[in-house]
Each structure stands twice: as C-alpha cells, then as structure tokens.
C-alpha cells in the first residue's frame, strides 16, 4: 500500500471510529459474533470496534491487535498499567501491560510458541519501522541458550518496511551476539503492530518448548545499540496456549521492554 493511500485509510479509519464514538457503538452496540456488526466492524467483548491495518489507523488512546479470529485486527482500548501482580515474573529492564485477552497458563505448561508484537505509535514510516528484532532465544534458568527462535507467523507490516524478509531469524545463532550493522539479513523490523510468531529450535533442528523456569530473551536493535539513528521501540512477548499454535491463542503475557529483555516463563 502506498504511503498517501496508508493515510487516506488512516483518515477513513480515524473518521470512522470517531462517528462510531459519537454514535456509541465503540460502547454500547451490544453483538454476540461480528455478524451483528455493521460493514467494517467486528465484534470484541461484546462490542463493534473498527477494522485497522496498524495502530495509526485507531483513534489515540486505541491500539490494532490481532482480532479473535486469528486474521483480522481491530482497535481496541490501549491499556497499560504497571502492576506487578498483573505482570507477573518479570525480571529484566520491562514494563507491564495488561494483556489483551489475558489467558492464564497452567502450572508445568509447555508453550511451544512466543509472539513478539510491536507496541511502536511514533515514527512507525521510518526506515526502521517498528521493534527491529535481532535474535530471540529460549534459555534456561542459568541464561544458557537452549534455541533460537524460528518464524512460523509473519505478521510484520508497513509497505516501507525494508527490513522484513526474516532470514535472521530462522532457528540459527545470531552472527553475532553483539549489536550489527543495521541491514536486512541482521534485523527483522515488526512494522508498527505487527508481531512475529516463533517455535524454538535447537542446533540440530529440534524443537523445543517452553517450560515453567525457562525464559525467553528478545534482543531488539534498541538503546544498547548504537542508536543515534533509530527511534525508540516497544513490544510485548507472549506465549502461545495453543500448541498448534493459531495466533489468536498468543495473548498469554510475560513481558515487554525496549532493546534487550529477558522475561521468564511461569
Ligand atoms: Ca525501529
Ligand atoms: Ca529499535
């Protein structure tokens, strides 16, 4: 899509939802499926919320995520608070927020995939957009790694995303565990709101899941970088209940931050 027809969309969206504001539908008009919505709307937790391609499309205060049916993305009230309760075992340089459709995992689960979802609003057209992944890994208690992450969902976005073709993170060590250079075959940029699903995979191609005490660390091209260049990026991390992994399912939070985080798996 091109930049002028992103924000005639965006326009369109913004518009829209305002006159679903005024109108209350955001809040008031009551739907059990999205068949009960009118032309695009879709239906979450009881409500009609607009469509959106990437957070600018919502009005401010609003977020695009990935709707229930796993395909679709609608706007949704950003909430963010930080309440260690609600975070649960983080342990490294995050913040917090409150889970779309908290999920809570049972104690000895095994999560056979992690979400990665790009929480970037500003300079989302930069050509750098969005969370620039580098590596993720899946480690045990002791920081030692166990596998890297493989993408199995590609949900990054932006037309101008030049850094979205994924071949650094396809199950391999990182060529360097330090910062590289910024270029397509180092980073992965997740587009603002999009997101990255991964399963684990050892050296040998194995895969592995994610067990009560391991945890996952998301390195992200950010201030631990050389970073002049570059705006600041936010993402979540998630877990996955369904071991088949449909994306709807990775809503199970354990973590955010910007550049380096380590989040542990409960
Ligand atoms: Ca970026
Ligand atoms: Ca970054």
Redesign the pocket.
């Known amino acids: 899509m091109t930049k002028s027809r992103r924000h005639w969309y965006g326009a369109i969206f913004a518009a829209f939802s305002l006159s679903l504001i005024m109108l209350g539908c955001e809040s008031d008009e009551a739907c059990s499926s999205d068949g009960d919505c009118g032309d695009e709307l879709l239906c979450y937790e009881e409500a009609c919320v607009p469509q959106c391609e990437w957070t600018p499309d919502c009005n401010e205060g609003y977020v695009c995520r990935i709707h229930t049916d796993g395909v679709s993305q609608i706007c949704v009230l950003d909430e963010w608070p930080v309440d260690e309760e609600t975070c649960g075992p983080v342990i490294s340089g995050l913040t917090c927020p409150e889970p779309l459709k908290p999920v809570v995992g049972e104690p000895g689960f095994e999560y056979w995939h992690a979400q990665v979802l790009d929480r970037?609003v500003v300079?989302c057209e930069?050509d750098?957009?969005?969370?620039?992944l580098i590596y993720i890994s899946l480690e045990d208690s002791d920081g030692s790694v166990l596998a890297y992450g493989n993408i199995v969902d590609d949900g990054t976005t932006g037309d101008l995303n030049l850094y979205k073709n994924g071949v650094n993170l396809n199950g391999s060590p990182p060529m360097t565990e330090e910062c590289p250079e910024f270029d397509d075959m180092s980073v992965t940029?997740?587009g603002c709101g999009g997101f990255i699903t991964f399963e684990f995979l050892t050296p040998d191609g194995n895969r592995v899941s994610a067990e009560a005490g391991t945890q996952v660390r998301v390195f992200?091209?950010g201030s631990q970088c050389f970073t002049d260049d570059?705006?600041?990026?936010e993402f979540g991390v998630y877990l996955c209940t369904d071991p088949n992994n449909t994306p709807a399912t990775c809503t199970y939070f354990i973590g955010s931050g910007s550049g380096e985080i380590v989040a542990l798996v409960p």
């Open positions: 970037s300079d930069a750098e957009p969005g969370s620039d940029s997740l992200e091209f570059t705006t600041p990026d």
